[in-house]
């Protein structure tokens, strides 16, 4: 069977990957898949997230194990294959590649193909330049601080003002006639 996943960001609007790999075929080789289509080097930790409806990372598969003491299972992504974790159309899935800045690639496991074997993985569909794999980190925290900052000034102005139902006449100012509201 195949598996088709759609891949986007969101650093690059215009920015779109679609990887077809086989079923069969283990995390890393999407991984390896997904870091060659974007020009990314190989030598970086990263993992990817099994995540539901809401985006919200459930299950991780590393790429190493590292002798985490959780009761819960430890997936590597050398050792799992695909079909041991996804097995739904619309899959939401996250792969973190930037561990230091929580920088990823959100995908969505867009179609299965029975019936038909992949030898190697393919990108299929190529639009739009990736964001740079490395970044400064006080340059994106200033970003982020500035976004953030920004939203944080959009709902005060929305909650400061009021609603947009506001109506002057029903202000009572009975008790106030010897204010200058002029």
């Known amino acids: 069977m195949i598996y088709k996943f759609r891949i986007v960001s969101d650093e690059v609007d215009n920015f779109k990957r679609v990887i077809a790999i086989d079923a069969d075929d283990t995390f890393e080789s999407l991984r390896n898949a997904i870091l060659e289509s974007v020009d990314y080097t190989k030598d970086q930790m990263d993992s990817f997230f099994i995540c539901d409806e809401d985006w919200s990372k459930r299950t991780e598969i590393t790429l190493a194990d590292m002798g985490s003491e959780s009761d819960e299972d430890i997936w590597i992504m050398g050792e799992t294959r695909l079909s041991e974790l996804i097995d739904d159309e619309g899959q939401k899935l996250i792969f973190v590649f930037d561990y230091l800045t929580d920088r990823a690639f959100f995908m969505e496991m867009r179609e299965m193909i029975p019936g038909k074997d992949l030898k190697d993985p393919v990108c299929e569909k190529k639009e739009g330049k ?53």
């Open 130 to 182: 990736a964001a740079p794999q490395f970044v400064d980190v006080d340059e994106l925290n200033d970003k982020r601080a500035a976004v953030q900052a920004a939203s944080l000034d959009d709902d005060l102005d929305a909650d400061f003002y009021g609603a947009e139902g506001f109506n002057e006449d029903e202000l009572d100012l009975e008790g106030y006639d010897d204010l200058d509201l002029q």
